[in-house]
C-alpha cells in the first residue's frame, strides 16, 4: 500500500505515529507482524483483515480495526480504500484489547486521529500534543466493539465446514447434511462449533454471509441481487437481516458515517 517512507514506529521515541496510505482494489498485504499495535481506520473504502488461528474481520469505511502488537495479520483490500495507520507503543497499549478486533469511530476519536496525523514524528510528549495523545488513547480505550469478525476453528472438521461455508454463502447447508457428508452427529458437531469458535453453528453460518454482502455491497452491487443470489425470498428480508445485525440497513450504514466523513483531509 501506497504511503510515505517513514522510519519505523518503533525506532521514533514516542507513544504514537501516524501514517496516511492509500491501496487499490484487490491489493493483498501478506501475513507479518508490528512491534507496536496498529488502529487501521478507514476514510474510504473496505479491507478484509486474517488474524493467523483467529479468523477474519471486515473493516468498513469510517471504521477501524484494532490490531495488537506481534499479531500475524494480513490484509486485503476489497474496495480501493484511504486510511490512516496509527501505530501505538507497547507501553500506550497496556489497556487496549488483546485481541483484534473492528471498532466504531466516534465523531471524536475520528477528529482526535485527524488531530494526530499532523503531528511530527518527535511531537512534543509533555506539552499540548502529549495531551492530546492522553485523549486519543482514552477514546479509544472506550471504543464500541462492532460485530464484524468472523471466528476461525481450529479442529480440520470444522474448517472443511467453515471453508465450504464461506466459499458458497448462498447454499444453506443444514447440520444434517454435514452429518450425512462427514458422518458426525451433529450434536458433536454443534458441541464443537460452540467450543471452537463460541457460535453456534447457524450464527456462524449467518455470520459469513453478512461479511460476504458488506464486501460486495462495498464494491458497488446491487442489493436486490446480493439477496437473491444469498438465498433470501426477498430484498427486504435480506435487509431485515442485515439491520438486525448491525442496527441500521445497508443503504444508511454505507452512507451515514460517509456524510459525516473526513474525505480527503
Not at 443503504?251 to 456524510?259: K, L, N
Request: with cysteine; charged share 20%.
Amino acid at each position: 500500500m501506497q504511503g510515505k517512507p517513514l522510519q519505523a514506529a518503533e525506532d521514533i521515541p514516542r507513544r504514537i505515529l501516524v501514517r496516511s496510505s492509500v491501496g487499490d482494489s484487490s491489493e493483498y498485504v501478506p501475513m507479518h507482524s508490528h512491534a507496536w499495535g496498529q488502529l487501521l481506520f478507514l476514510t474510504e473504502g473496505l479491507v478484509k483483515a486474517s488474524a493467523k488461528g483467529a479468523g477474519t474481520w471486515i473493516v468498513p469505511p469510517q471504521r477501524a480495526v484494532w490490531l495488537p502488537a506481534h499479531i500475524e495479520h494480513d490484509i486485503k483490500v476489497i474496495h480501493t480504500v484511504k486510511m490512516r495507520n496509527v501505530y501505538i507503543a507497547p507501553q500506550a497499549a497496556l489497556h487496549l484489547p488483546t485481541s483484534c478486533q473492528v471498532i466504531n469511530v466516534s465523531s471524536l476519536l475520528r477528529e482526535l486521529i485527524i488531530a494526530l496525523a499532523g503531528l511530527q514524528p518527535l511531537y512534543d510528549e509533555q506539552g499540548a500534543d502529549g495531551r492530546l495523545v492522553d485523549v486519543f488513547l482514552d477514546q479509544l480505550h472506550l471504543s464500541e466493539e462492532m460485530p464484524l469478525h468472523l471466528p476461525q476453528p481450529r479442529s480440520d472438521t470444522l474448517l472443511k465446514i467453515t471453508g465450504a461455508l464461506s466459499a458458497r454463502p448462498e447454499q444453506h447447508f443444514s447440520m444434517q447434511h454435514w452429518q450425512q457428508t462427514l458422518g458426525i452427529s451433529s450434536r458433536t458437531l454443534a458441541r464443537k462449533f460452540s467450543e471452537e469458535t463460541g457460535m453456534t453453528y447457524s450464527q456462524w453460518r449467518q455470520q459469513a454471509i453478512l461479511l460476504n454482502a458488506l464486501q460486495r455491497i462495498a464494491q458497488g452491487e446491487a442489493v436486490a441481487n446480493i439477496a437473491l443470489d444469498l438465498g433470501y425470498q426477498s430484498q427486504s428480508a435480506f435487509i431485515s437481516m442485515f439491520k438486525k445485525a448491525l442496527g441500521k440497513t445497508p443503504g444508511q450504514y454505507f452512507s451515514s458515517r460517509q456524510e459525516e466523513g473526513i474525505g480527503s483531509r
